[in-house]
T-cell receptor
Framework: DAKTTQPPSMDCAEGRAANLPCNHSTISGNEYVYWYRQIHSQGPQYIIH???NNETNEMASLIITEDRKSSTLILPHATLRDTAVYYC???????????????FGKGTKLSVKP | AAGVIQSPRHLIKEKRETATLKCYPIPRHDTVYWYQQGPGQDPQFLIS???????DKGSIPDRFSAQQFSDYHSELNMSSLELGDSALYFC?????????FGPGTRLLVL
Protein backbone atom coordinates (compact mmCIF):
# COMPACT_ATOMS: atom_id res chain seq x y z
CA ASP A 1 0.00 0.00 0.00
CA ALA A 2 1.02 3.57 -0.67
CA LYS A 3 2.60 5.30 2.29
CA THR A 4 1.26 8.71 1.38
CA THR A 5 -2.06 10.56 1.58
CA GLN A 6 -3.05 13.26 -0.89
CA PRO A 7 -6.28 15.14 -1.57
CA PRO A 8 -8.06 13.56 -4.53
CA SER A 9 -8.46 16.80 -6.45
CA MET A 10 -7.55 20.48 -6.47
CA ASP A 11 -8.23 23.47 -8.67
CA CYS A 12 -5.86 26.31 -9.41
CA ALA A 13 -6.22 29.48 -11.45
CA GLU A 14 -3.82 29.89 -14.33
CA GLY A 15 -0.83 32.01 -13.38
CA ARG A 16 -1.27 31.40 -9.67
CA ALA A 17 0.84 29.14 -7.50
CA ALA A 18 -0.39 25.59 -7.05
CA ASN A 19 0.37 24.09 -3.64
CA LEU A 20 -0.11 20.33 -3.49
CA PRO A 21 0.07 18.77 -0.01
CA CYS A 22 1.15 15.26 0.89
CA ASN A 23 1.13 13.43 4.22
CA HIS A 24 3.72 10.73 4.83
CA SER A 25 3.60 10.33 8.60
CA THR A 26 5.28 6.89 8.60
CA ILE A 27 8.28 7.90 6.50
CA SER A 28 11.56 6.31 7.52
CA GLY A 29 14.83 8.14 7.98
CA ASN A 30 16.29 6.72 4.78
CA GLU A 31 13.26 7.36 2.60
CA TYR A 32 13.04 10.18 0.09
CA VAL A 33 9.93 12.04 -1.02
CA TYR A 34 9.46 11.89 -4.79
CA TRP A 35 6.92 13.74 -6.90
CA TYR A 36 5.77 12.61 -10.33
CA ARG A 37 2.93 13.75 -12.51
CA GLN A 38 0.97 12.04 -15.24
CA ILE A 39 -0.68 14.04 -17.97
CA HIS A 40 -3.56 12.08 -19.47
CA SER A 41 -2.19 8.57 -20.08
CA GLN A 42 1.33 9.78 -20.83
CA GLY A 43 4.25 8.24 -19.00
CA PRO A 44 4.69 9.56 -15.45
CA GLN A 45 7.03 12.53 -15.45
CA TYR A 46 9.59 13.05 -12.71
CA ILE A 47 9.30 16.45 -11.04
CA ILE A 48 11.47 16.65 -7.96
CA HIS A 49 12.59 14.75 -4.87
CA UNK A 50 14.09 15.48 -1.48
CA UNK A 51 15.18 13.95 1.81
CA UNK A 52 14.82 16.65 4.43
CA ASN A 53 15.93 19.95 2.95
CA ASN A 54 13.74 22.06 0.72
CA GLU A 55 14.50 21.60 -2.96
CA THR A 56 13.91 23.70 -6.05
CA ASN A 57 14.40 23.04 -9.74
CA GLU A 58 13.14 24.51 -12.96
CA MET A 59 9.77 22.83 -12.58
CA ALA A 60 8.82 23.17 -8.94
CA SER A 61 9.77 23.59 -5.32
CA LEU A 62 9.46 20.95 -2.63
CA ILE A 63 8.93 21.99 0.97
CA ILE A 64 9.40 19.24 3.57
CA THR A 65 8.38 19.84 7.17
CA GLU A 66 11.03 19.58 9.83
CA ASP A 67 9.56 16.34 11.19
CA ARG A 68 9.37 15.03 7.61
CA LYS A 69 5.80 13.86 8.10
CA SER A 70 4.42 16.02 5.33
CA SER A 71 5.49 17.97 2.29
CA THR A 72 4.16 20.44 -0.24
CA LEU A 73 4.89 20.61 -3.94
CA ILE A 74 4.72 24.14 -5.28
CA LEU A 75 4.23 25.01 -8.94
CA PRO A 76 4.98 28.73 -8.81
CA HIS A 77 3.03 29.85 -11.88
CA ALA A 78 0.60 27.17 -12.97
CA THR A 79 -0.33 26.92 -16.64
CA LEU A 80 -3.04 24.93 -18.38
CA ARG A 81 -0.36 22.38 -19.34
CA ASP A 82 0.18 21.62 -15.65
CA THR A 83 -3.24 19.95 -15.47
CA ALA A 84 -2.36 16.39 -14.46
CA VAL A 85 -2.47 13.79 -11.70
CA TYR A 86 0.33 14.47 -9.22
CA TYR A 87 1.78 11.58 -7.25
CA CYS A 88 3.71 11.89 -4.01
CA UNK A 89 5.78 8.76 -3.38
CA UNK A 90 8.20 7.80 -0.63
CA UNK A 91 10.94 5.33 -1.35
CA UNK A 92 14.43 4.37 -0.35
CA UNK A 93 17.01 5.64 -2.79
CA UNK A 94 19.39 2.70 -3.12
CA UNK A 95 22.40 2.95 -5.29
CA UNK A 96 23.36 -0.34 -6.83
CA UNK A 97 21.50 -3.58 -6.54
CA UNK A 98 17.79 -3.42 -5.89
CA UNK A 99 16.80 0.19 -6.31
CA UNK A 100 13.20 0.06 -5.23
CA UNK A 101 10.05 0.20 -7.29
CA UNK A 102 7.60 3.09 -7.02
CA UNK A 103 4.30 2.52 -5.24
CA PHE A 104 1.72 4.86 -6.74
CA GLY A 105 -1.21 5.96 -4.61
CA LYS A 106 -4.28 7.73 -5.91
CA GLY A 107 -2.54 11.07 -6.35
CA THR A 108 -4.09 14.52 -6.66
CA LYS A 109 -5.86 15.50 -9.84
CA LEU A 110 -4.88 19.13 -10.38
CA SER A 111 -7.06 21.16 -12.71
CA VAL A 112 -5.64 24.48 -13.82
CA LYS A 113 -8.40 26.77 -15.01
CA PRO A 114 -8.19 29.91 -17.19
CA ALA B 1 18.24 14.55 -23.85
CA ALA B 2 17.62 10.93 -24.75
CA GLY B 3 14.56 9.38 -23.19
CA VAL B 4 13.22 5.91 -22.61
CA ILE B 5 11.93 4.35 -25.81
CA GLN B 6 9.12 1.83 -25.90
CA SER B 7 7.82 -0.16 -28.81
CA PRO B 8 5.32 -0.68 -30.11
CA ARG B 9 3.28 2.28 -28.94
CA HIS B 10 0.00 0.54 -29.67
CA LEU B 11 -0.80 -3.14 -29.93
CA ILE B 12 -4.03 -5.03 -30.57
CA LYS B 13 -4.19 -8.75 -29.84
CA GLU B 14 -6.82 -11.44 -29.57
CA LYS B 15 -7.45 -13.46 -26.42
CA ARG B 16 -4.98 -16.30 -25.88
CA GLU B 17 -2.41 -14.69 -28.19
CA THR B 18 1.06 -13.60 -27.13
CA ALA B 19 2.63 -10.15 -27.09
CA THR B 20 6.14 -8.81 -26.67
CA LEU B 21 6.79 -5.28 -25.47
CA LYS B 22 10.22 -3.71 -25.77
CA CYS B 23 11.95 -1.06 -23.72
CA TYR B 24 15.16 0.78 -24.50
CA PRO B 25 16.46 2.60 -21.42
CA ILE B 26 18.21 5.93 -21.32
CA PRO B 27 21.87 5.38 -22.32
CA ARG B 28 24.06 4.23 -19.40
CA HIS B 29 21.05 3.47 -17.19
CA ASP B 30 21.47 0.02 -15.68
CA THR B 31 18.03 -0.61 -14.17
CA VAL B 32 14.72 -1.15 -15.91
CA TYR B 33 11.26 -1.27 -14.35
CA TRP B 34 7.94 -2.37 -15.82
CA TYR B 35 4.58 -0.99 -14.67
CA GLN B 36 1.02 -1.76 -15.71
CA GLN B 37 -1.79 0.80 -15.62
CA GLY B 38 -5.31 -0.47 -16.15
CA PRO B 39 -8.15 1.83 -17.22
CA GLY B 40 -8.85 4.39 -14.50
CA GLN B 41 -6.20 2.90 -12.24
CA ASP B 42 -2.80 4.00 -11.01
CA PRO B 43 0.42 2.42 -12.27
CA GLN B 44 1.29 -0.88 -10.60
CA PHE B 45 4.81 -2.28 -10.46
CA LEU B 46 5.39 -5.55 -12.29
CA ILE B 47 9.09 -6.37 -12.32
CA SER B 48 12.54 -4.81 -12.44
CA UNK B 49 16.03 -5.70 -13.60
CA UNK B 50 19.42 -4.44 -12.48
CA UNK B 51 22.51 -5.28 -14.50
CA UNK B 52 20.55 -7.91 -16.43
CA UNK B 53 19.39 -9.73 -13.31
CA UNK B 54 15.86 -9.64 -11.92
CA UNK B 55 15.94 -7.40 -8.88
CA ASP B 56 12.34 -7.01 -7.71
CA LYS B 57 9.03 -8.64 -8.53
CA GLY B 58 5.60 -7.16 -8.04
CA SER B 59 2.16 -8.24 -9.11
CA ILE B 60 3.25 -9.84 -12.35
CA PRO B 61 1.10 -12.75 -13.55
CA ASP B 62 2.81 -16.09 -14.15
CA ARG B 63 1.79 -15.75 -17.81
CA PHE B 64 4.18 -12.82 -18.10
CA SER B 65 7.95 -13.01 -18.21
CA ALA B 66 10.65 -10.46 -18.80
CA GLN B 67 14.36 -10.17 -19.23
CA GLN B 68 17.08 -7.59 -19.67
CA PHE B 69 19.62 -8.11 -22.41
CA SER B 70 23.34 -7.39 -22.65
CA ASP B 71 22.65 -4.00 -24.23
CA TYR B 72 20.32 -3.24 -21.26
CA HIS B 73 17.15 -3.18 -23.29
CA SER B 74 14.31 -5.18 -21.81
CA GLU B 75 11.40 -7.18 -23.16
CA LEU B 76 8.13 -8.07 -21.46
CA ASN B 77 6.62 -11.25 -22.86
CA MET B 78 2.94 -11.83 -22.28
CA SER B 79 1.28 -15.14 -23.14
CA SER B 80 -2.30 -16.45 -23.09
CA LEU B 81 -3.57 -12.89 -23.17
CA GLU B 82 -6.78 -12.13 -21.33
CA LEU B 83 -9.21 -9.24 -21.72
CA GLY B 84 -8.03 -7.92 -18.35
CA ASP B 85 -4.51 -7.48 -19.70
CA SER B 86 -5.70 -4.49 -21.71
CA ALA B 87 -3.75 -1.64 -20.20
CA LEU B 88 -0.94 0.84 -20.58
CA TYR B 89 2.46 -0.69 -19.97
CA PHE B 90 5.21 1.67 -18.92
CA CYS B 91 8.89 1.07 -18.76
CA UNK B 92 11.17 3.21 -16.61
CA UNK B 93 14.93 3.30 -16.33
CA UNK B 94 17.31 4.62 -13.72
CA UNK B 95 20.93 4.97 -12.72
CA UNK B 96 21.21 5.28 -8.97
CA UNK B 97 17.78 6.41 -7.97
CA UNK B 98 15.37 8.56 -9.97
CA UNK B 99 13.26 6.62 -12.43
CA UNK B 100 12.42 8.10 -15.82
CA PHE B 101 9.45 6.74 -17.68
CA GLY B 102 8.85 6.00 -21.31
CA PRO B 103 5.70 6.95 -23.22
CA GLY B 104 4.13 3.54 -22.72
CA THR B 105 2.62 0.81 -24.87
CA ARG B 106 -1.15 0.68 -25.06
CA LEU B 107 -2.26 -2.95 -25.30
CA LEU B 108 -5.80 -3.82 -26.27
CA VAL B 109 -6.91 -7.43 -26.02
CA LEU B 110 -10.06 -8.29 -27.94
Amino acid sequence: DAKTTQPPSMDCAEGRAANLPCNHSTISGNEYVYWYRQIHSQGPQYIIHGLKNNETNEMASLIITEDRKSSTLILPHATLRDTAVYYCIVRVANYGGSQGNLIFGKGTKLSVKP
Amino acid sequence: AAGVIQSPRHLIKEKRETATLKCYPIPRHDTVYWYQQGPGQDPQFLISFYEKMQSDKGSIPDRFSAQQFSDYHSELNMSSLELGDSALYFCASSLGGTQYFGPGTRLLVL
